[in-house]
């Protein structure tokens, strides 16, 4: 075969290979240097080698993943205790002393990869922060790498937070990252999160925040004996009733005891009963499978849950979970309508009692739903 034609067929067959979509990255601002990549390992490859073309593409790569890491935020959300509030329902005073305290927490959602690229950005982010609260809370849920620069950071950060009694707190700390990296054992082995250091580390934000409220209360000095059983009287919900509307009251109402774990009713449950907690912690969980369920909301001792169906008689929407041993008050609806018959008065004001707290619990939702959407 002429060697004219032999060119012309290979000449043929490389413009036929040639990638015209790739001009496309030459377009958009954004994607100027994807095709400078292109470019590159393309002209290396002509005049020097494929290898060299190689090792030049992963050399870029790296650069350009850098780029972007630190051109990034690793910080996804920040809120202060005071606007956004842990799934513990609490009752109205002490909403209050957390609204009035909460600014002492500061909550972080980190994002990405922590890094040296990355780390002097968080600490810029934190500093502020460090001397001006008590708590400050990382999620590190969506954190995707961690290496040693990251961790002596927050080293230093619990070591500054700690000058002033503050506490570091790390909460949903990832076991398997994309790298196969397990971040809690990597912070176990350069001391961050062991047994003896002053880090406290929990499964889900969640957790972290409701830890934090309980030590605030506590320091606000709303303390109370856990294990007391609380009288009908005593309950937020019937403050300043008569008594003998109340003895009445309690006359139609049955005592039940649960232990730790024990489920009170199930999702489905066709029942009209509303509980009262005299002891004890439950939750309310919505099942996702046979081992898995996702935590809607706490409830403790002096409040009360299962009013939706108290007021709808409707089936269950979901579980309830003595989560300590509980004792309860529980009424029915059939009991309530028996005892509104004798006492209007008292009735009513129980309902508006309910709608009260119903409305306040509404309100701070709708409050933390705008912080989370700002």
């Not at 570091?168 to 196969?180: E, F, Y």
């Not at 809690?184 to 002053?198: I, K, T």
């Not at 009209?272 to 004890?280: A, V």
Request: with cysteine; charged share 25%; aromatic share 8%.
């Amino acid at each position: 075969m002429p060697v004219a034609s032999l060119a012309g067929i290979l000449f043929v067959v490389g413009v036929r290979m040639f990638d015209r979509s790739s001009l496309h990255f030459l377009r958009s601002r954004s994607t100027v240097l994807d095709f400078t990549v292109i470019a590159a390992v393309i002209v290396t490859a002509l005049t020097v080698s494929l290898i060299a073309a190689s090792g030049v593409g992963i050399a870029l790569a790296i650069l350009l993943f850098l780029r972007g890491q630190i051109g990034g935020t690793v910080v996804r959300r920040k809120a202060y205790g005071n606007e956004v509030f842990s799934k513990q329902v609490r009752l109205p005073a002490e909403m209050e002393i957390l609204k009035r305290h909460g600014d002492r927490t500061v909550i972080f959602e980190l994002q990405g990869s922590l890094f040296f690229g990355t780390t002097d950005q968080l600490y810029v982010a934190l500093e502020p922060e460090l001397k001006a609260r008590t708590y400050v809370i990382l999620d590190l849920r969506r954190v995707q790498s961690v290496d040693v620069t990251a961790a002596h950071m927050l080293e230093q950060i619990r070591d500054t937070l700690a000058e002033h009694a503050g506490v570091l707190v790390l909460s949903q700390i990832p076991r398997a990252l994309p790298s196969g990296q397990d971040m809690e054992e990597y912070f176990d082995q350069v001391g961050l999160v062991r047994a003896e250091s002053p880090v406290r580390a929990f499964g889900e934000l969640d957790e972290a925040m409701e830890w934090v409220e309980d030590r605030m209360l506590e320091q606000a000095g709303l303390e109370q004996d856990e294990e007391r059983l609380l009288e009908l009287q005593e309950i937020d919900l019937f403050a300043g009733r008569k008594e003998e509307t109340l003895a009445a009251l309690e006359v139609c109402m049955e005592k039940r005891s649960f232990e730790a774990g024990q489920r009170i009713f199930a999702r489905g449950d066709v029942d009209d009963d509303l509980f009262l907690i005299r002891r004890g912690r439950v939750r309310i969980v919505l099942p996702l499978g046979e081992r898995q369920a996702h935590r809607l909301a706490s409830f403790a001792r002096g409040d009360f849950f299962g009013e939706m169906a108290f007021l709808d008689r409707d089936p269950r929407s979901a579980d309830a979970i003595a989560f300590t041993d509980t004792d309860l008050f529980v009424l029915s609806r059939a009991n309530f309508d028996r005892f509104a018959g004798e006492h209007k008065r008292a009735a009513i004001a129980l309902l508006e009692g309910l709608a009260r707290v119903l409305a306040i619990r509404l309100r701070y939702t709708n409050a933390e739903l705008r912080v989370l959407q700002a």
